[in-house]
């Protein structure tokens, strides 16, 4: 044998070679390595417990007279030192898969050794044949590793192994940094846990150079070429997020923010993070709602408000370079996130929209289980939002303030989105404001910060500070000191305006968070949610026309029927889209909880409650004194009316899931509605009563076809709701003063809104308790008719008849017109017209039967609300202020409804136009049923001499049989006819009496002879009482020359009276002298 085959069977029976991986390891000591320049301290009496039993073989059978083993000896100067070096470059070698030692793989053992390690061949050449790694040489190696770039070319393998092994040869070959550092730290981690002891430091040591190492690439990132090292470190939270233990990856991070916060020399932590920002924000803009990917990037988002410096530059980044610019808000990190939702990306562009592909074909159950999906997705992005704004809010003053700037800027630049040119003008819009799913998303989130106050009887509600709204500007360190981060709201209109006689109130060294989120979150509603339910409706209606057209167009085989078929595919996505995003349960909910919570809050503000816990509502209020509604935006009141008429008309289930709430609602209504001193706004109380309508009971369907509602909870809260009387009265206020609103457009506008009035009361009307406080409100009226200010419930009739008068009398003008148009449609004479005239002639066609069918529906209203309250009030009905006008509306429709003139009325589809003259002639007849045991109002009836005559009660008993009425109702009908005649056969010779009345007896207005002349003082004009207490009930001015008159100025013309008295007399006795004959 050799001497090299006697020294390496010497190496390998010394059992010192076990101390080795390897028996090339011993070898390679044993032949070529210098001994080490620095000697190491003897090993300690009790380290010999922390030796292997291998270790303490070693030393009891080293032979120093064998050559190998003293090549060995004279390379360490300790056994101990040799082994701590051996296991340090395992070690090394495990956490950062790299190496030095490009021998023969069969020559090493497998223990603790990685499969497969880049071998760094220029560090190994310039060491001069050193192939260990050790803590003087990992810097140096781990940078010269991180430098490569390709480092899966050098991968080299370490064991005999060669089977494939893809995961070892990714991770050892990872080019990025980041991972690449992360991979090491966790690996560097499993050492710190099982390493003994005397190799802890050194584990700890190769930990701590991965974060080091790390902190140097995220601040010199130019040295490490085709690497964008803030991606991988986005990615990196990414993934850790994904992935079941995030906590690994934060905990890495973490250590990396520390170590750039204390060295920020070559660059500050912000020149590093925000390019972080920036390439998240492009990341976000890719994603869309129902990607379960974006709830990965919000849990980074969340992780990076959760951090204290993190969030401080990440709203520092927010704030836009011009705040005044709306759009700009959406345009950041924030914005970006805010503007993910299932609405089009692009208004108008359904190409490439993920959400209600066609509709037409989808069954209802297909599109309800869609929206229910984006429901859910909606609920957990919302989530997510809510808990980042907390973060932010939370984290520190500073970063606080810095987000409570960025929302009063973002609203404020925003605030021309509820101009009303800013919907007829969405090219210009679209470029200047933040979108409708920004301000959706932000209102949702704000909404669930605001839920802890939101409980209607929360003592936390009554710290809201209203006064905030009265600040004008100040600089922004005073903002900062006070907390005041909204603008321009002392521009809004607020409920009433200050009254000349209130003391100036105290406002605030400082604002509290909950009134600035209270302000904020009704802003935000203000701007973005109103518009979202004024498209809803337009879109409704648009597409109930596009319906209708189509189908048109099909039935009569127009070719435009398939472009109008892709429109109203277009619509309806749009459509489906916005009520998806509109109608998110939680979201709702919430707002719901908000409004009744804003309700409560404006019901004790209205009441001057300052204490800290809430007051019972209670009738009479106090008198206003230095109150502060006058500091409250009007738009409070706007966003909870639009909401809860939303409700109705597009999620009337969510109204059933509170009481508590409900009654604030009502209390909020029943104070605010009928009062001018509490809000003065007109339009803004006849809205309330559109509230009203939407959060009664209802026991129909809202359309044909659609399932019932549950009204359990609304019925029992109306019916029990102890303001029953004040809220009655309210609703007949409003429905009066709505008449003269000063607006230009007062007279179109009263019917609108006195549409949704008409239910309220038939539903009131079939309750006891209501019922009960209408009569006496009538009651009241009979008892003080002339009074100087005439009584409410007397105007109130005086106007329902004026109203019922003008709106059958406008349908039935439309529906001769429609008549005309359709029987020249049908005999052909459009055919032969031009273009143009044919497309008047259709526009006018649709037009009228627009108008028809609106003056049909109101009428129809007005006629059965006259029906029902003539049930049991009657006598304020048959007074001479009322009955002579009731009876001549009366006579006057049934003339066209059953006499000659109605074939002028006999459209083709009364359906269409709601012409329902079958239900008008029975509320007709019912009116006359219920006031016919009066004589006063029978007699009054053949004194209409337009349309009276005994023909037109014969043509109406006609017409009940035919429209099989009951036949009760036709005898009782038969019986009043027969006794109106009689009183007309006696008043006709009065009538020829009257006319040889002198003219001083007859009255100026009405040419009829007085029976109670009264003298007006001002114009010194004498009138009869009944014909100028009907003039002062709609306009209350003398009507010879306008000046101010009420009831109770005008004066009996006693004299005049006797002279008429005694000339009535006379020829009375002049009849009966000349008798039958005469």
């Given at each position: 044998?050799?001497?090299?085959?006697?020294?390496?069977?010497?190496?390998?029976?010394?059992?010192?070679?076990?101390?080795?991986?390897?028996?090339?390891?011993?070898?390679?000591?044993?032949?070529?390595?210098?001994?080490?320049?620095?000697?190491?301290?003897?090993?300690?009496?009790?380290?010999?417990?922390?030796?292997?039993?291998?270790?303490?073989?070693?030393?009891?059978?080293?032979?120093?007279?064998?050559?190998?083993?003293?090549?060995?000896?004279?390379?360490?100067?300790?056994?101990?030192?040799?082994?701590?070096?051996?296991?340090?470059?395992?070690?090394?070698?495990?956490?950062?898969?790299?190496?030095?030692?490009?021998?023969?793989?069969?020559?090493?053992?497998?223990?603790?050794?990685?499969?497969?390690?880049?071998?760094?061949?220029?560090?190994?050449?310039?060491?001069?044949?050193?192939?260990?790694?050790?803590?003087?040489?990992?810097?140096?190696?781990?940078?010269?590793?991180?430098?490569?770039?390709?480092?899966?070319?050098?991968?080299?393998?370490?064991?005999?192994?060669?089977?494939?092994?893809?995961?070892?040869?990714?991770?050892?070959?990872?080019?990025?940094?980041?991972?690449?550092?992360?991979?090491?730290?966790?690996?560097a981690k499993e050492e710190v846990k099982k390493v003994p002891e005397k190799l802890l430091s050194f584990a700890l040591r190769c930990k701590n150079l991965t974060v080091s190492n790390t902190r140097t690439v995220l601040l010199t990132p130019e040295i490490y070429i085709s690497q964008n090292v803030y991606e991988q470190l986005l990615d990196l939270l990414l993934e850790g997020f994904r992935g079941a233990q995030p906590e690994e990856v934060v905990e890495f991070v973490e250590e990396v923010i520390a170590g750039l916060l204390s060295d920020q020399e070559v660059r500050t932590f912000e020149e590093v993070i925000v390019p972080v920002f920036d390439i998240f924000q492009g990341r976000f803009k890719d994603l869309d709602l129902c990607q379960p990917l974006l709830y990965f990037h919000l849990d980074v988002l969340l992780y990076f408000s959760q951090h204290k410096d993190i969030a401080k530059v990440l709203v520092e980044h927010i704030q836009p370079k011009d705040p005044a610019n709306g759009l700009q808000f959406q345009k950041s990190l924030l914005g970006t996130v805010l503007n993910i939702s299932c609405l089009l990306k692009t208004p108008g562009v359904v190409e490439g929209h993920g959400y209600f592909l066609n509709p037409s074909r989808s069954s209802a159950q297909e599109t309800k289980v869609q929206e229910a999906n984006i429901h859910q997705f909606m609920g957990q992005f919302h989530d997510k939002l809510h808990h980042i704004l907390k973060n932010l809010l939370q984290r520190s003053g500073e970063t606080r303030h810095l987000l409570l700037t960025w929302l009063g800027n973002c609203l404020q630049a925003n605030a021309g989105r509820a101009k009303i040119w800013a919907n007829q003008m969405p090219e210009i819009f679209f470029q200047m404001y933040a979108s409708d799913a920004f301000f959706l998303n932000l209102g949702a989130a704000l909404l669930r910060l605001c839920q802890p106050f939101c409980k209607p009887r929360s003592p936390k509600l009554l710290t809201f500070n209203p006064t905030y709204c009265a600040l004008k500007e100040m600089s922004e360190e005073e903002r900062r000191n006070r907390n005041v981060h909204?603008?321009?709201?002392?521009?809004?209109?607020?409920?009433?305006?200050?009254?000349?006689?209130?003391?100036?109130?105290?406002?605030?060294?400082?604002?509290?968070?909950?009134?600035?989120?209270?302000?904020?979150?009704?802003?935000?509603?203000?701007?973005?949610?109103?518009?979202?339910?004024?498209?809803?409706?337009?879109?409704?209606?648009?597409?109930?026309?596009?319906?209708?057209?189509?189908?048109?167009?099909?039935?009569?085989?127009?070719?435009?029927?398939?472009?109008?078929?892709?429109?109203?595919?277009?619509?309806?996505?749009?459509?489906?889209?916005?009520?998806?995003?509109?109608?998110?349960?939680?979201?709702?909910?919430?707002?719901?909880?908000?409004?009744?919570?804003?309700?409560?809050?404006?019901?004790?503000?209205?009441?001057?409650?300052?204490?800290?816990?809430?007051?019972?509502?209670?009738?009479?209020?106090?008198?206003?004194?230095?109150?502060?509604?006058?500091?409250?935006?009007?738009?409070?009141?706007?966003?909870?009316?639009?909401?809860?008429?939303?409700?109705?008309?597009?999620?009337?289930?969510?109204?059933?899931?509170?009481?508590?709430?409900?009654?604030?609602?009502?209390?909020?209504?029943?104070?605010?509605?009928?009062?001018?001193?509490?809000?003065?706004?007109?339009?803004?109380?006849?809205?309330?009563?559109?509230?009203?309508?939407?959060?009664?009971?209802?026991?129909?369907?809202?359309?044909?076809?659609?399932?019932?509602?549950?009204?359990?909870?609304?019925?029992?809260?109306?019916?029990?709701?102890?303001?029953?009387?004040?809220?009655?009265?309210?609703?007949?206020?409003?429905?009066?003063?709505?008449?003269?609103?000063?607006?230009?457009?007062?007279?179109?506008?009263?019917?609108?809104?006195?549409?949704?009035?008409?239910?309220?009361?038939?539903?009131?009307?079939?309750?006891?308790?209501?019922?009960?406080?209408?009569?006496?409100?009538?009651?009241?009226?009979?008892?003080?008719?002339?009074?100087?200010?005439?009584?409410?419930?007397?105007?109130?009739?005086?106007?329902?008849?004026?109203?019922?008068?003008?709106?059958?009398?406008?349908?039935?003008?439309?529906?001769?017109?429609?008549?005309?148009?359709?029987?020249?449609?049908?005999?052909?004479?459009?055919?032969?017209?031009?273009?143009?005239?044919?497309?008047?002639?259709?526009?006018?066609?649709?037009?009228?039967?627009?108008?028809?069918?609106?003056?049909?529906?109101?009428?129809?209203?007005?006629?059965?609300?006259?029906?029902?309250?003539?049930?049991?009030?009657?006598?304020?009905?048959?007074?001479?202020?009322?009955?002579?006008?009731?009876?001549?509306?009366?006579?006057?429709?049934?003339?066209?409804?059953?006499?000659?003139?109605?074939?002028?009325?006999?459209?083709?589809?009364?359906?269409?136009?709601?012409?329902?003259?079958?239900?008008?002639?029975?509320?007709?007849?019912?009116?006359?049923?219920?006031?016919?045991?009066?004589?006063?109002?029978?007699?009054?009836?053949?004194?209409?001499?337009?349309?009276?005559?005994?023909?037109?009660?014969?043509?109406?008993?006609?017409?009940?049989?035919?429209?099989?009425?009951?036949?009760?109702?036709?005898?009782?009908?038969?019986?009043?006819?027969?006794?109106?005649?009689?009183?007309?056969?006696?008043?006709?010779?009065?009538?020829?009496?009257?006319?040889?009345?002198?003219?001083?007896?007859?009255?100026?207005?009405?040419?009829?002879?007085?029976?109670?002349?009264?003298?007006?003082?001002?114009?010194?004009?004498?009138?009869?009482?009944?014909?100028?207490?009907?003039?002062?009930?709609?306009?209350?001015?003398?009507?010879?020359?306008?000046?101010?008159?009420?009831?109770?100025?005008?004066?009996?013309?006693?004299?005049?009276?006797?002279?008429?008295?005694?000339?009535?007399?006379?020829?009375?006795?002049?009849?009966?002298?000349?008798?039958?004959?005469?």
């Amino acid at each position: 044998m050799t001497d090299q085959g006697n020294n390496n069977q010497n190496i390998s029976c010394n059992p010192f070679a076990a101390l080795f991986s390897s028996l090339a390891d011993a070898k390679q000591f044993a032949s070529g390595q210098k001994p080490q320049q620095q000697s190491t301290q003897p090993p300690s009496e009790d380290s010999g417990e922390s030796q292997s039993e291998s270790e303490n073989s070693v030393s009891d059978s080293v032979d120093d007279n064998d050559d190998s083993v003293a090549e060995i000896s004279r390379s360490f100067r300790s056994r101990q030192e040799l082994c701590e070096q051996l296991n340090v470059n395992h070690m090394i070698q495990r956490i950062f898969l790299i190496t030095l030692d490009n021998s023969d793989p069969s020559l090493r053992g497998g223990n603790g050794i990685p499969p497969r390690c880049v071998y760094l061949e220029e560090m190994a050449a310039d060491l001069d044949g050193q192939d260990w790694l050790d803590m003087d040489n990992i810097e140096q190696a781990l940078f010269n590793r991180l430098l490569l770039l390709e480092p899966g070319n050098q991968l080299i393998y370490m064991t005999s192994c060669s089977a494939v092994n893809l995961s070892a040869d990714r991770d050892a070959g990872e080019k990025c940094a980041i991972p690449y550092l992360f991979a090491c730290f966790q690996r560097a981690k499993e050492e710190v846990k099982k390493v003994p002891e005397k190799l802890l430091s050194f584990a700890l040591r190769c930990k701590n150079l991965t974060v080091s190492n790390t902190r140097t690439v995220l601040l010199t990132p130019e040295i490490y070429i085709s690497q964008n090292v803030y991606e991988q470190l986005l990615d990196l939270l990414l993934e850790g997020f994904r992935g079941a233990q995030p906590e690994e990856v934060v905990e890495f991070v973490e250590e990396v923010i520390a170590g750039l916060l204390s060295d920020q020399e070559v660059r500050t932590f912000e020149e590093v993070i925000v390019p972080v920002f920036d390439i998240f924000q492009g990341r976000f803009k890719d994603l869309d709602l129902c990607q379960p990917l974006l709830y990965f990037h919000l849990d980074v988002l969340l992780y990076f408000s959760q951090h204290k410096d993190i969030a401080k530059v990440l709203v520092e980044h927010i704030q836009p370079k011009d705040p005044a610019n709306g759009l700009q808000f959406q345009k950041s990190l924030l914005g970006t996130v805010l503007n993910i939702s299932c609405l089009l990306k692009t208004p108008g562009v359904v190409e490439g929209h993920g959400y209600f592909l066609n509709p037409s074909r989808s069954s209802a159950q297909e599109t309800k289980v869609q929206e229910a999906n984006i429901h859910q997705f909606m609920g957990q992005f919302h989530d997510k939002l809510h808990h980042i704004l907390k973060n932010l809010l939370q984290r520190s003053g500073e970063t606080r303030h810095l987000l409570l700037t960025w929302l009063g800027n973002c609203l404020q630049a925003n605030a021309g989105r509820a101009k009303i040119w800013a919907n007829q003008m969405p090219e210009i819009f679209f470029q200047m404001y933040a979108s409708d799913a920004f301000f959706l998303n932000l209102g949702a989130a704000l909404l669930r910060l605001c839920q802890p106050f939101c409980k209607p009887r929360s003592p936390k509600l009554l710290t809201f500070n209203p006064t905030y709204c009265a600040l004008k500007e100040m600089s922004e360190e005073e903002r900062r000191n006070r907390n005041v981060h909204a603008r321009g709201l002392e521009k809004e209109t607020c409920l009433i305006p200050v009254p000349p006689q209130q003391q100036q109130l105290e406002l605030a060294q400082s604002y509290s968070l909950l009134t600035e989120n209270l302000i904020f979150t009704q802003l935000t509603m203000h701007l973005g949610f109103h518009r979202l339910h004024e498209q809803m409706v337009k879109m409704n209606q648009s597409l109930h026309r596009l319906q209708v057209t189509c189908q048109e167009a099909q039935r009569t085989g127009n070719p435009m029927s398939e472009q109008l078929l892709e429109q109203f595919e277009r619509l309806m996505i749009v459509y489906l889209s916005t009520k998806a995003a509109t109608t998110q349960p939680a979201m709702l909910q919430c707002c719901l909880n908000l409004q009744a919570a804003t309700a409560a809050l404006l019901v004790q503000l209205s009441m001057g409650n300052q204490g800290p816990e809430h007051v019972a509502l209670d009738f009479p209020l106090p008198s206003l004194q230095n109150t502060v509604l006058c500091y409250i935006p009007e738009f409070f009141a706007e966003n909870l009316g639009d909401f809860f008429i939303f409700l109705r008309r597009f999620a009337d289930d969510i109204l059933e899931t509170s009481a508590e709430n409900l009654e604030q609602i009502l209390n909020f209504i029943t104070i605010f509605m009928g009062n001018v001193e509490r809000m003065k706004n007109p339009h803004l109380r006849a809205k309330l009563a559109e509230v009203l309508e939407a959060v009664m009971p209802h026991m129909e369907p809202l359309a044909p076809g659609a399932a019932q509602s549950v009204v359990f909870q609304r019925e029992r809260v109306f019916c029990s709701y102890r303001h029953a009387p004040q809220l009655a009265e309210a609703l007949i206020t409003v429905f009066v003063d709505i008449e003269f609103t000063g607006d230009p457009h007062q007279f179109e506008q009263k019917f609108n809104y006195r549409r949704p009035m008409y239910p309220i009361l038939k539903y009131m009307w079939s309750k006891d308790n209501y019922r009960e406080s209408i009569k006496h409100l009538a009651n009241y009226a009979s008892e003080n008719l002339e009074a100087m200010n005439p009584p409410l419930f007397l105007r109130f009739l005086n106007l329902l008849m004026n109203d019922a008068i003008f709106l059958l009398d406008e349908a039935i003008q439309y529906l001769s017109k429609i008549k005309v148009l359709q029987l020249e449609q049908a005999r052909g004479e459009w055919e032969g017209l031009a273009p143009d005239a044919r497309r008047e002639k259709e526009s006018s066609l649709q037009m009228f039967g627009q108008l028809g069918r609106f003056h049909n529906i109101m009428s129809n209203e007005t006629i059965g609300t006259l029906a029902f309250l003539t049930s049991e009030i009657k006598g304020i009905f048959v007074h001479p202020f009322l009955a002579e006008r009731i009876i001549s509306m009366l006579n006057y429709f049934l003339q066209h409804l059953v006499g000659p003139k109605m074939g002028a009325l006999k459209v083709k589809d009364f359906s269409e136009f709601d012409f329902k003259p079958q239900q008008l002639v029975s509320d007709i007849c019912t009116i006359y049923l219920n006031l016919g045991d009066e004589e006063n109002f029978c007699a009054t009836v053949p004194k209409d001499g337009r349309s009276y005559s005994p023909t037109l009660f014969s043509q109406t008993l006609r017409v009940l049989k035919k429209i099989n009425k009951p036949g009760d109702m036709i005898v009782a009908f038969g019986v009043l006819a027969d006794k109106i005649k009689s009183h007309a056969d006696r008043q006709q010779q009065e009538e020829e009496t009257y006319a040889e009345a002198p003219d001083e007896f007859l009255d100026p207005i009405m040419s009829t002879l007085m029976l109670d002349p009264v003298l007006l003082p001002s114009s010194n004009v004498t009138v009869d009482r009944s014909t100028i207490a009907r003039h002062l009930l709609s306009d209350q001015t003398d009507p010879f020359n306008r000046s101010p008159l009420t009831m109770d100025q005008i004066r009996p013309n006693e004299e005049l009276k006797q002279q008429i008295l005694q000339w009535l007399e006379k020829h009375k006795q002049d009849r009966l002298q000349l008798g039958p004959s005469g």
